[in-house]
């Protein structure tokens, strides 16, 4: 049997975050008490009709820009019709045919389509099952209902569950970088279902697909996808066949389990919502949208590798999120003469700065100034100060701030320089560590550790690491 | 007869002006005679299903919305009726609907906020069809309404408790809705004038919705002139509606007694077969003074209007099968008791909730947007509307307004149609091209036949209904049509 290949593509949902909900004029909800965040049209009383919000639809212009969709000059709104007690009307106003945006990429994938649409309540189960079927009694809380969604569709572009979840990360980023969502999994803000096939490597057809829910982070996405690819594998391995269902992952067990079959799947019924006009996009929505781009992610990593020289790695260290990026730039931005080079900056913003910092927390906000850290970086690539005094210097500048060659000069952490100052303290060294001196001039490179740790030891860290096992080497003749 | 019952509403609110009627005096005469109607004797009509206590019962305008008109107000103490459709902030609204028994929404419509914003007071809830699903007022869940002309008749639908007390005194004037002949058929059946605005021009923000595309608020009133008066404070844009538009002018009341170079379109297709003869014979006299009063009759053809009913039907119902979905049980109205579960709570609240005829028409609607067969129902009867909008376009670059019967019979008796809905569905035959083409139309009485009302219909095209009400108020003024034999 020849090698069996993971098709997978991903839809999707993004909770917009503007002022309103997406048909009425009710604020969205951050942990309200329930069902205080509602009015006769997002509990769907009757008579009440839907106005679209404008912003959601400019939010969703600046997606479409972000991903390279073809943005429809006129697109409509649709009933999905079906009955649940979390939609209030009994439909869900959605997209269909005439989404707003078509086509577009993401990095290596291919985005189908991006449309508008609300978001359902929420219901709370109660009793046991924890689900609808035998629950003591189910509650709803509409102050969710009506939130502004977007939903983001793939084309099936991705191959492996690492993959899935790379991408979705880029796909955060960016959307975080335009400031039209929070973007938060655990919230709920950004929730992503995957369809998954499999076929034999090389061919062109798509197998039959699932289509797996409720991955609420990306661990349960990897997770989730991992197990459906595996269970799909073994089935046609084994002679069997894949069944076109909805799945449900529980990521407690790790287990799928089927929430419908295609027989049992909805007839949506969509037909057009005749309660709401065509969106038309006119030039001055589209000028608006694009004032409000700001530089995506992609392409600011792509400007870091080609203005700064940066490994493809840290351009998308400091590009993905954007707080660093920004601290970055604004630090060379402040830096002296001589300036430091960025790819060390780079490595002192995504590295030791950040490993000091609270979890997420931006360097913005922490003492120490983008000007204070590009001295200390450019202090450390003259050679001025050791790297291992260089972190000294940045703990302080974490604690308290100010001027790196203050703390340097306060706190006596200057180099060491050169021949005169080093070479009596590495000639102590080697005689207090007579094993290791015969064991490098034998030619083991490695045994030099605890001569320099010696040394680091009697200067306080402010030798330069190349130039002790210099001074060693010379002083051992080799 | 009393004084006050003489005045038609415009008259009242110019004597409120003029302080020779007390607006406290009006509501007093017109409450006392819509709950003596509405009484326990049981022998009245049958127009209401709430009438007010005392202007305190007022509603206030929309929910989170200022208060139209100023104080006092052009309409100041004129008594309202209201489709019970309409909804009213804490006062029953039940769309004539076993499933909505009890309903009293937290807001008001918008069209009857303008008109209470004006000065109109809230006096009574009047009958109709089950969700405005009919043509007789017999598919109520609160019982039929009887015709003031003759008892043993229907009054029409669905706005016929609307029609019906306005006919009878019961009301100066009314509110109601037309889907595809709702306000106009009525209103010709009762003798009085029924107005179905063009598409847009007032809100549907708190209309018990039928079928959105097609749902229009309008007057029922005594009076050309009314129906007017009462036009001009509907319309408007209303941010909540996002399908509403703005009127391109104030509506004017209409004046002129002569129809000199008016151009009369009678379309061969709406005039003729499967239109009763006293029908017919009424309507071409009305025709001859027409032409005596200067207008010029055109034959026209409107070719796809023969197949308006086939396309209504199919999307009528459905959007009605979409809209009628969130009566499901969980927030408000009716909830079936000791339901196993959820299909079975949802299943018997709808089973006991909605009566026939609105299950009839969900399961039409359901069955035209299902998978597979929507292109060959819903998309096809959208494209017969195209069709029929291009044929008045069409009709209207050669004639200022259409003119046809209203309906193709009098009021019929109580039970005679509701045996075989498709022999009622043909009410709606000369009303419904026009409703699917969104534009505006009047119905007023022009002559008895057998001793019961027979309607005219004007239609223009949109936003047309100035011109309209001139024509219709000429042509009232010469017909001098006398409805006071239907006072209760």
Redesign the interface.
């Given at each position: 049997m020849p090698e069996l290949e993971p098709v997978i593509g991903l839809e999707i949902h993004v909770q917009l975050a503007t002022r309103t909900k997406m048909f009425c004029?009710c604020g969205l909800s951050f942990g309200e008490p329930p069902n205080t965040r509602t009015?006769?049209v997002c509990?769907?009383?009757?008579?009440?009709?839907?106005?679209?919000n404008a912003q959601a639809v400019h939010f969703g212009l600046m997606i479409g820009l972000a991903l390279g969709s073809e943005l429809a000059p006129r697109s409509i709104f649709h009933?999905k019709?079906y009955?649940y007690?979390d939609l209030?009307?009994?439909?869900q106003i959605s997209q269909y045919d005439e989404p707003l945006c078509l086509g577009g990429r993401l990095g290596d994938v291919r985005i189908h389509r991006v449309h508008l649409e609300e978001d359902a309540a929420k219901l709370t189960h109660v009793g046991e099952s924890g689900r609808?079927?035998g629950s003591d009694e189910s509650v709803?809380d509409f102050n969710r209902g009506g939130t502004p969604l977007a939903e983001i569709v793939t084309e099936p572009d991705i191959r492996t569950a690492e993959q899935a979840s790379e991408w979705l990360k880029l796909l955060r980023t960016t959307l975080r970088a335009l400031g039209v969502s929070d973007v938060n999994m655990e919230e709920g803000s950004l929730r992503c279902d995957a369809n998954i096939s499999l076929r034999p490597a090389g061919t062109e057809e798509l197998g039959t697909k699932t289509e797996l829910k409720n991955m609420n982070s990306f661990r349960f996405i990897e997770r989730g996808i991992k197990a459906e690819v595996e269970r799909q594998r073994k089935l046609i391995e084994g002679g069997g066949q894949v069944v076109q269902e909805t799945l449900h992952f529980d990521p407690n067990s790790g287990a799928i389990s089927s929430l419908r079959s295609k027989e049992e799947a909805h007839?949506y019924?969509?037909?057009p919502e005749?309660?709401?006009?065509p969106v038309a996009i006119d030039e001055r929505m589209l000028a608006a949208a694009r004032e409000a781009m700001t530089e995506l992610p992609a392409d600011r990593a792509e400007r870091f590798e080609r203005e700064h020289s940066l490994s493809a790695e840290s351009a998308q260290l400091l590009a993905f999120r954007s707080e660093l990026g920004d601290y970055f730039e604004a630090s060379l931005a402040a830096a002296g003469d001589p300036a430091p080079p960025a790819q060390a900056l780079a490595n002192w913003v995504a590295g030791d700065l950040v490993s000091r910092l609270g979890e997420g927390e931006d360097p913005a906000d922490s003492n120490v100034e983008p000007a204070a850290l590009a001295t200390l970086v450019a202090m450390v690539s003259g050679k001025q100060v050791s790297v291992g005094a260089g972190r000294q210097v940045l703990d302080k500048l974490v604690a308290e701030g100010g001027d790196p060659a203050a703390i340097v000069e306060s706190e006596g952490l200057a180099a060491i320089g050169g021949g005169d100052e080093l070479a009596p303290i590495v000639a102590a060294a080697l005689e207090a560590n007579p094993d290791a001196a015969q064991r490098v001039r034998e030619g083991n490179a490695k045994a030099i550790g605890p001569i320099i740790g010696a040394v680091m030891r009697e200067t306080k860290g402010r030798a330069d690491g190349g130039e002790v096992t210099r001074l060693v080497n010379e002083q051992l003749g080799i | 007869m009393s004084d006050l019952l003489e005045l038609t509403a415009a008259r009242a609110a110019a004597a409120i002006e003029r302080g020779e009627v007390g607006a406290e005096e009006l509501f007093a005469f017109y409450r006392e005679r819509a709950q003596r109607d509405a009484g326990a004797s049981g022998d009245g009509l049958n127009c209401f299903t709430w009438v007010a206590d005392g202007p305190a019962d007022t509603p206030s305008p929309g929910?989170?919305k200022e208060p139209g008109g100023a104080a006092g107000g052009p309409l100041l103490g004129v008594p309202l009726a209201v489709k019970d459709?309409?909804?009213t902030k804490g006062v029953p609204?039940q769309?004539g609907s076993r499933i909505?028994e009890g309903?009293r929404?937290?807001?008001t419509?918008s069209a009857v906020g303008k008109l209470t914003g004006a000065g109109a007071t809230l006096l009574a809830k009047t009958n109709q069809d089950e969700f405005a699903m009919g043509s007789s007022t017999e598919n109520s869940a609160y019982g039929p309404t009887l015709n003031p002309w003759d008892r043993a008749r229907v009054p029409g639908g669905s706005s016929g408790g609307s029609a019906a007390a306005v006919a009878a005194g019961l009301a100066p004037w009314a509110l109601g809705t037309d889907t595809g002949g709702s306000i106009r058929q009525p209103a010709a059946l009762c003798g009085i004038v029924g107005l179905k605005p063009t598409y847009g021009s007032v809100s549907?923000?708190?209309?018990?919705?039928f079928?959105?595309?097609l749902d229009q608020a309008g007057p029922l009133t005594r009076d050309v002139t009314d129906a007017a008066l009462m036009l001009r404070h509907m319309v408007g844009r209303d941010?909540?509606?996002?399908?509403s538009l703005q009127f391109p002018h104030e509506v004017e009341l209409p004046r002129g007694e002569r129809l000199d170079g008016v151009r009369l379109g009678v379309p061969a297709e709406l005039t003729g077969e499967g239109i009763e003869a006293g029908v017919l014979s009424a309507f071409r006299a009305a025709l001859e003074r027409a032409e005596e009063l200067g207008a010029e009759l055109h034959e026209i053809a409107l070719p796809h209007a023969p197949h308006g009913l086939s396309a209504y039907y199919v999307l009528a119902p459905?959007?009605a099968?979409?809209n009628?979905?969130?009566?499901?049980g969980?927030?408000?109205g009716a909830r079936a008791q000791d339901a196993t579960?959820?299909l079975d709570m949802?299943t018997r609240t709808r089973h006991d909730g909605f009566g026939a005829e609105v299950k009839r028409r969900i399961m039409l609607g359901?069955y035209a947007?299902?998978?597979g067969y929507?292109d060959a129902y819903?998309g096809r009867a959208q494209r017969v509307r195209t069709k029929i909008a291009e044929d008045f376009a069409t009709a209207f670059a050669a004639v200022d307004l259409i003119v046809t019967p209203t309906a193709p019979t009098v009021a019929f008796k109580l039970g005679e149609k509701t045996g075989d809905p498709l022999s009622m569905y043909l009410n709606d035959y000369c009303t419904v091209p026009m409703s699917l083409a969104g534009i505006p139309a009047i119905s007023i009485p022009c002559g008895l036949s057998e001793g019961l009302p027979v309607g005219l219909q004007l239609a223009g095209p949109a936003f047309s209904e100035s011109r309209m009400l001139d024509a219709a108020y000429a042509l009232e003024t010469a017909l001098q049509f006398d409805g006071s034999g239907a006072y209760a």
């Open positions: 004029g009015c006769p509990l769907g009383l009757p008579g009440s009709l839907p106005v679209a009933r019709n009955f007690p209030p009307k009994g439909y609808i079927h709803v007839d019924r969509y037909f005749p309660d709401l006009l | 929910w989170g459709l309409f909804c609204s769309s909505l309903y929404p937290p807001y419509a549907r923000y708190g209309m018990i919705a079928a959105s595309s941010g909540c509606d996002a399908t459905a959007e099968s979409s009628l979905a969130r009566f499901d969980v927030r408000y579960d959820l949802y359901t947007l299902s998978s929507y819903y």
